[in-house]
């Protein structure tokens, strides 16, 4: 069963920065897309970012894009999400995902991800 832990969460002013880490405890990280995912109090989960499984091709939601950036460490099963000028709506419990093998990055929906990790809380103070 594959394992997800993700780090990097806290408490961060409007406009700043942080970098989010999302750990896999798989044998073969590189065989499938990863994602990051957010769900505020009150509303549902939502898409924030892809990338495949080389890295080479992301995708993100019109609300981070330019903002956020998805990266991945295969050597180190590992993929990040660095986000930048930070916007008090940006609040809310970040989860890294595991599509499913074959799955391409260009139609990912939730139900594409098998695996989760247990949530990092990102704060952002106006």
């Known amino acids: 069963q594959v394992q997800l832990v993700e780090s990097g969460g806290g408490l961060v002013q409007a406009g700043g920065s942080l970098t989010l880490s999302c750990v896999a405890s798989?044998?073969?990280?590189?065989?499938?897309?990863m994602g990051w995912f957010r769900q505020a109090p009150g509303k549902d989960r939502e898409f924030v970012a892809a990338i495949s499984r080389t890295g080479i091709s992301t995708r993100y939601d019109d609300s981070v894009k330019g903002r956020f950036t998805i990266s991945r460490d295969n050597s180190k099963n590992t993929v990040y999400l660095q986000m930048n000028s930070l916007k008090p709506e940006d609040t809310a419990v970040y989860y890294c995902?595991?599509?499913?093998?074959?799955?391409?990055?260009?139609?990912?929906?939730?139900?594409?991800?098998?695996?989760w990790g247990q949530g990092t809380q990102v704060t952002v103070s106006s």
């Open positions: 798989v044998r073969i990280f590189s065989m499938n897309a």
């Open positions: 995902a595991r599509a499913l093998s074959g799955r391409g990055i260009a139609t990912l929906k939730e139900l594409d991800f098998d695996s």
